[in-house]
């Protein structure tokens, strides 16, 4: 007997066309193995309800019969059937308050989930993930933001050229205007622009997106202990952009003052350590924020930091591009998400106050929590390669077993969130997040 997957569309907002398997991968599944497909219209998903029939898929609104639904983002409670195995990204992990009710309801009605975050390799590597576009994404509504900023103090850029990433039909159409404008770098950027230096916090999936984009431009990398001396040179080039990426040891030393950075313990212990990030700040002209980050790890940008730049008249820092977007965070005046069509804040660090959009005094925050959507053909078509090999795997699985004799390669096992109305052992820590309405 066939097993049945079930692929659900996207409704948490009008930005998100993503899909978790195209329509191509689907046909190459069902050409290996018995599986078939069914899978509900859509009036905006980036690949049409017929690239999903001639591919050989069931259209149809009802979909819980499938063995195993697929989605990208969290499914509506009121949606949720009894003892259903469901695949997507539950952002419950972290036990993010606004989605606790969603893993109780995931408990109470014992469906199994599956959260791609957590499929990883044996060293915790992730395997199934829209990081890359996020990056991509997340730097082109940076570079953007910065035309924006440059345009509003009165400088002729060749960033104001730079349209937002949803904008472009995809991401070969931005490289190439990005590519294009590198033309106008070249021949010469504004004097008092100079040295543009661009420092990206990470170097994981997220950062080598974001750095792929920028890479586009003329540039040179620099060391984080060259960028003070860079700046401060009486002529630095004009015909190029500069980049520096920081890694853990360049954010953070230790509380001790005989103390030396050591990674391992840097994760294991992040109490013993605080931020040394600031000395950078008044150095560069864009930040793009790729880390991860949780509330036991020191902040990478505060207000208080921002509010003595100001006060001292150090405001080369136009922009923060906000890429992991952990409100009230890392990049502490990170107040709110946004989305594509008003991707921006501007934050005032004198007064502590907050503006929408590009124009006025301080420095502007793009922290749109959903960037692989503005890409959704790249982001669906990379994610759904790497999806592929475990997509059969969940469908043909026997749920009604013990979860010990639970047949699924250890990739998958490990992102099984909740099993027959309990937490897996991996995740159990969840039970102190959890209330009782």
């Not at 940008?301 to 921002?306: A, F, G, N, P, R």
């Amino acid at each position: 007997m066939s097993a049945i997957i079930g692929i659900r569309r996207e409704d948490k907002n009008r930005w998100e066309r993503r899909v978790a398997l195209t329509p191509a991968a689907i046909k190459r599944i069902m050409s290996s193995d018995e599986i078939e497909f069914a899978v509900q219209p859509s009036p905006i998903r980036v690949f049409k309800d017929d690239a999903y029939e001639a591919a050989g898929c069931d259209m149809n609104e009802y979909i819980d019969h499938a063995d195993v639904i697929f989605a990208v983002k969290e499914i509506p409670m009121d949606l949720l059937v009894e003892d259903k195995p469901y695949v997507f990204f539950s952002h419950v992990i972290k036990g993010q308050d606004y989605n606790m009710p969603l893993l109780q309801k995931l408990l109470d009605l014992r469906c199994t989930t599956v959260d791609y975050e957590k499929i990883t390799d044996d060293q915790g590597r992730r395997l199934v993930f829209f990081g890359r576009q996020a990056g991509q994404a997340g730097m082109i509504e940076t570079l953007f933001a910065l035309g924006k900023r440059l345009k509003w103090e009165g400088y002729d850029s060749p960033f104001s050229n730079v349209k937002q990433a949803y904008m472009y039909d995809d991401l070969n159409d931005a490289k190439h205007q990005i590519r294009e404008l590198g033309i106008n770098v070249r021949a010469g950027l504004d004097p008092d622009l100079c040295p543009l230096i661009v420092g990206f916090a990470g170097y994981g999936n997220v950062s080598q997106g974001a750095q792929e984009v920028f890479d586009l431009l003329p540039h040179q990398e620099i060391e984080p202990d060259e960028v003070a001396d860079l700046f401060n040179r009486k002529d630095p080039p004009r015909d190029r952009v500069f980049k520096v990426v920081f890694k853990e040891e360049d954010l953070v030393e230790p509380k001790a003052a005989d103390g030396e950075f050591e990674l391992q313990d840097y994760y294991r212990n992040p109490h013993k350590y605080r931020s040394r990030f600031e000395q950078h700040l008044p150095h560069l002209t864009a930040l793009v924020n790729c880390i991860y980050w949780t509330d036991d790890y020191p902040r990478l940008v505060t207000k208080e930091q921002v509010r003595m730049l100001w006060s001292t008249g150090q405001r080369t820092l136009r922009v923060i591009g906000d890429i992991s977007c952990d409100i009230n965070g890392s990049v502490e005046f990170t107040h709110k998400a946004t989305e594509p069509d008003t991707p921006s804040f501007i934050y005032d660090p004198i007064t502590a106050s907050f503006k929408d959009g590009t124009e006025g005094r301080g420095i502007i925050v793009m922290p749109v929590d959903n960037l692989p959507c503005e890409l959704p053909r790249d982001a669906s078509e990379h994610f759904s390669q790497a999806l592929e090999r475990f997509a059969p795997l969940l469908a043909r699985a026997d749920y009604t077993v013990p979860f010990p004799d639970l047949a699924l390669p250890g990739e998958l096992k490990r992102a099984i969130i909740t099993y027959q109305g309990k937490l897996t052992p991996d995740y159990r820590y969840l039970e102190d997040f959890l209330t009782d309405d």
